[in-house]
């Protein structure tokens, strides 16, 4: 089970951080994603990391402004999202890798994740 939270209403410019636990024996050793989904979009990767927290992925537009961590021994993955821009307003979903140990990152799929959190919404206003 995945739980998101942190999410709000911020103006642009400004920061939040996103915090997913989860419970499980398993979540050291999956990557996890963060992704969101706009009104009338479908939903994007924004970032990924390894299980080990050494290997990231980052989606182009935030590249730069938003930072994924993890820490294996609370069970949880973090977003810290600065410079916010209107775009990013969505709701953000983290899930879990449906493999162990996975390495390449960039080339992950939503069919590539196996649990999803209920989603947290962020809105930034112009």
């Known amino acids: 089970q995945l739980v998101e939270s942190g999410g709000g209403l911020v103006q642009a410019g400004g920061s939040l951080r996103l915090s997913c636990a989860a419970s499980g024996r398993t979540f050291s050793v999956v990557a996890m994603g963060w992704f969101r989904q706009a009104p009338g979009k479908e939903r994007e990767l924004v970032s990924v990391i390894s299980s080990s927290g050494g290997n990231t992925y980052y989606e182009d537009s935030v590249k730069g402004r938003f930072t994924i961590s993890r820490d294996n021994a609370k069970n949880t993955v973090y977003l810290q999202m600065n410079s916010l821009r209107p775009e990013d307003t969505a709701v953000y979903y983290c899930?879990?890798?449906?493999?162990?140990?996975?390495?390449?990152?960039?080339?992950?799929?939503?069919?590539?994740?196996?649990?999803w959190g209920q989603g947290t919404q962020v809105t930034v206003s112009s």
């Open positions: 899930a879990s890798d449906n493999m162990a140990y996975r390495y390449t990152l960039s080339t992950m799929r939503q069919a590539d994740f196996r649990s």
